[in-house]
């Protein structure tokens, strides 16, 4: 492909003389020429240009604001530009190499200088725009592999919150749910992105714990004894050990990869697991300081987890469970309103209320009949 040379000078003469000057590289350069500053500026915003001869001293705009132009512009930046002056200003060309000048030329210029010193510059330019071009293909597959760590992370966690569900009365969509509301809750309350990602990530394993806890507890029908309830509150503690205990056996398996640094497994520094170890820890305490394991209160009970308490006791009270069926919306406002301010933070229950809407439509597209899955936007 030919390149593209823009010559610009405000005397024809002398444009004339490099148009003759370089007949003979007709055959590998699409030469063009411009009598002015204003005019080239124009070619090179309009047409790719790979390479610029331009006079200083012109009427209008001189050399000097051309080249500066060029180079603050993001599209012509790496534009090869080579300076032609007939002054022997020393002060003149410092300038110009400070304004990004790629080669400076004597006027008269000697055309076989002029002929080596552009294929030089284009030369570059064609490396820097492979450079160019290899960095922008590397960005891409780094976007798509952080998009597919997205997309597995995602995976594995809302699995995980499953496997949990499946040990127990709530099933279908119900973690999905609790995940899609809470970051409603979050986003209402002004919470940052980081937050309101997190929590959305973070509240589905909310009940991780219940892989810990026997089946004849687990799934008794009918009212647990008092051992029994505390064996059960145990879910909490367990849950969050699961998610932020000892990393000594993800360090086990990354030791036997030689890939990976067993240094990179520290679950305590990640903000998610974080998050999903205090939402399991405190996902039942109460804001009047009924709840359980700790019977913290107000705002010793972490944010996130009053957030996802809410969310969580709306879904079961919309729900049907073999214990009882879904209430009328009526009836789960009711009850959530006798709640603010008894197990709700009144600061979470005020976002859920201005939050009716979004509640609505996420249990509409996330009904358990429908097909169980993470919707797309849900997802992001
Ligand atoms: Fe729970
Ligand atoms: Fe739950």
Redesign the pocket.
Known sequence: MKRRILFVDDEPNVLDGLRRMLRAERIRWDMHFAESADEALREVCETDVDAIVSDVDMPGMDGLTLLQKIRGTDRTRDIPVIILTGRNDSGLKRRALDLGASDLLNKPVDSQDLVARLRSAIRLKEHQDRLKDQNAVLERQVDERTAELVDSRLNIIWRLGKAAEYRDEETGNHIVRVGCYSRVLARALRKDRDFVETIFLASPL??IG?IGIPDNILLKQGPLTLEERGIMQR??AIGADILCGDARPGIAILSQNPDRSPASVKPADNAMMKMAASIAMT??ERWNGTGYPAGLSGEAIPLESRIVALADVYDALCSERPYKPPFTEARVMELMNEEAGRHFDPLVFGAFERSLEEFRSIRADLSDVALCHLPQECAT
Do not use: G, T
């Open positions: 909310h009940d219940k879910h909490c996902h039942h």
